[in-house]
Each structure stands twice: as structure tokens, then as C-alpha cells.
């Protein structure tokens, strides 16, 4: 059972801007309303300025959490756009692995460089909410989906299995406060959709938001991003994605087909997909892009392995949580995911 909770800003520091204010005291209630004692790092309310100039506080508050034992989880602010500067002050000296656990670290969107800074020194993390987006959402509760997920998380500190929502909502256009207690415009959900391949298979799940993952190897939004994570070697090597499943899913900047495309090809060219055993695909934000991502997945991969489509991960709501590392069974047929432990 989670009792603690260290909340961290690994990349965006709006946590501590003032019009996100109300939020956050949305989620502070709820979560000790449940009993846990939430604590924020030292710098994770500093702001987006101070943050965006120091990384190495950011990477200070990330060593703190792991290396205080009271904490249970470590929990992500929110994503943003530049976690991967925290590569020299968490790897140059062993200073991740020096203090890193099998604690729960919880996040999503940007926090894609973080798991797989732990896949690195071999820490097992979950992927699929966060603080902010998730914990102080501004309707009336936490989405049903979402808190379901979380409440195990908390209760059991693992995932057993997955099953695809009943719904899916629009993206929220207006936090403000004189829209706290609004709910968000939901659908009808579809469930796993199997594109191509085996509807069962089997393998440890790794990866995160694609919008992400193409950042490691390219210069469009920082230029020093593929040369840093080269020199940690952050993306892993070939034979080290053999038999596993990629989870792949977009960010609420709604990649176009073009830059999808592109993604994927990048992913192709480093021939993860003639070893993996499987793709798991998250559902687009607003379904953007729905049917074209499903037409690139199928051209771009071209190799018959299985692809699953529409899984409620990632920027989309509601949002289940996938844990990274452990064994985990897909199988489409019956419509879940489970993981052992």
C-alpha cells in the first residue's frame, strides 16, 4: 500500500505557476483525502522559468525521492519537452544508479526519456499518468477509467491486467477555474483492435509516446537531443528489444501522418521490428488521425508482426497504466492485457 508520495518536475515546471493553482489543490484533496501524505521535491514548485534553467535541480529532486526511503512513489508532475537534459546529471557519475529502486515511478508524455533512463540501469517503472493531468482533474472526480488504475497502483503497488475502456473523451480546451466540475464530452470506446499478427502474444512492454521517441534521433525540437542520448546510449540496442512489445502513442500536439511516418521509419530503421515480438498502439487524442496512423502502422511495418491498436495509454483519456519490464500477455480475443508479477 502506497502511504507516501514524493511529487517530482522532471520536465515542465507549470506545477508551480499560479494559474494551475486550483488544480493542484483539486488533486492534493483528493489524494489526502484517501489517506496518502503527498510531499512536492524541493524545487517541483519553482515554476516553469527557474525549472527550464535548471536542469540539475530537476535531477536533484528526482535522486532525493528514490534515495529518502519513506517515499513509495515518485510521481511526475507532468510531461513537457525537455526531461532529457537531465541525462549528464543523473548518469555522468552513477548517480541514478547509486540510488535507484524498485520504487514506483509514474509518469507519461516527456517522462519517456526518464523510463527509459531507468530501463538503462534496469529498473522497472509504469507507464500512463501523472499528477497533474490525471490526479487534479478538474471535472467532477477523477475519470472512473483512470482512477481505477491509479487506486490499484496505490493499493497492490502493481498492475494485474488491462482491459480496454467502455468510453473515450474530447480533450479538455479550458482549465480555468470557473470550469472545475465540468465533465468531459465522452464516446463510445471500441476496445483492441488487432491491425495484423497473432491476437496472442507475450513479451516485456517498453516505450512510450512516439512524439517522444522521435526526439531521441532528430534535431527538430532541440538540436543537442540525438547527440546526448547517443552519448548515454538511451535508446537500446537492437538485440536488447528482442521479444519485446513496443507501446507506442501520440502526444496531444496530434503528430501529422507525415511526421507518424517518419517516426516509424526511424523505428524501422533501427530494427526493432524484425525482433520484437509485438506493437501495442495508443489510442490518438480527439481520434486525430485515427484511420491514417492505422494505414502508416500497416505500410510502415510491413512484417506481419502483431499490432494492436486503441489501447487507452498515454495522452488520450481515460488512461490505464502499463507497467514496463515485467512479462505481460496480450490477447486481443479476449480483450486484455495481463502482466505477471
Known amino acids: 500500500m502506497v502511504k507516501n508520495i514524493a511529487v517530482v518536475s522532471l520536465s515542465s515546471g507549470v506545477l508551480g505557476e499560479d494559474f494551475v493553482e486550483h488544480e493542484v489543490k483539486i488533486g492534493l484533496r483528493r489524494l489526502r483525502g ?7 521535491m524541493p524545487n517541483a514548485l519553482k515554476g516553469i522559468k527557474y525549472l527550464r534553467e535548471h536542469p540539475g535541480k ?11 526511503p519513506k517515499y513509495d512513489m515518485v510521481l511526475c508532475a507532468i510531461g513537457g519537452d525537455d526531461t532529457y537534459r537531465l541525462l549528464p546529471f ?13 520504487k514506483i515511478f509514474l509518469g507519461f508524455s516527456d517522462t519517456t526519456f526518464n523510463h527509459f533512463m531507468f530501463h538503462k540501469i534496469g529498473i522497472n517503472t509504469f507507464y500512463g499518468q501523472s499528477f497533474l493531468a490525471d490526479i487534479c482533474e478538474i471535472g467532477p472526480d477523477i475519470l ?42 465522452s464516446h463510445t470506446n471500441n476496445g483492441y483492435e488487432l491491425l495484423c499478427g497473432n491476437p496472442i502474444f507475450s513479451g516485456k512492454i517498453l516505450g512510450g509516446c512516439i512524439d517522444s521517441i522521435y526526439d531521441f534521433f532528430c534535431t527538430d525540437r532541440y538540436e543537442d537531443i ?11 540496442k537492437k538485440e536488447e528489444w528482442r521479444g519485446k512489445i513496443l507501446l507506442i502513442e501520440t502526444c496531444e500536439e496530434k503528430m501529422s501522418s507525415v511526421k507518424y511516418r517518419k517516426a516509424l521509419e526511424l523505428l524501422k530503421e533501427k530494427g526493432i521490428f524484425d525482433v520484437i515480438s509485438g506493437v501495442l498502439v495508443g489510442k490518438p487524442v480527439d481520434e486525430q488521425y485515427y484511420d491514417e496512423y492505422k494505414q502508416i502502422l500497416l505500410e510502415t511495418i510491413n512484417n506481419n ?35 505477471e508479477h
Request: glycine share 4%; proline share 4%; with cysteine.
Open 34 to 40: 484517501a489517506g496518502i501524505n503527498v510531499e512536492f
Open 58 to 68: 530537476r535531477a536533484e529532486d528526482l535522486l532525493y525521492a528514490f534515495k529518502e
Open 90 to 102: 543523473l548518469f555522468d557519475n552513477h548517480e541514478l544508479e547509486r540510488v535507484a529502486s524498485n
Open 305 to 339: 508482426i502483431s499490432i494492436v491498436y486503441n489501447v487507452n495509454i498515454g495522452h488520450a483519456q481515460p488512461r490505464c497504466i502499463i507497467p514496463f519490464g515485467v512479462n505481460a500477455t496480450v490477447n486481443v480475443n479476449e480483450q486484455i492485457i495481463r502482466f
Open 144 to 185: 472512473d477509467y483512470t482512477k481505477r488504475y491509479f487506486n490499484e497502483l496505490i493499493e497492490t503497488e502493481t498492475i494485474r491486467e488491462v482491459r480496454p475502456s467502455h468510453i473515450w473523451y474530447e480533450e479538455r480546451t479550458d482549465y480555468s477555474i470557473d470550469k472545475v466540475g465540468t465533465s468531459l464530452k
Open 226 to 236: 540525438p547527440e546526448l542520448c547517443e552519448k548515454y546510449q538511451l535508446f537500446p
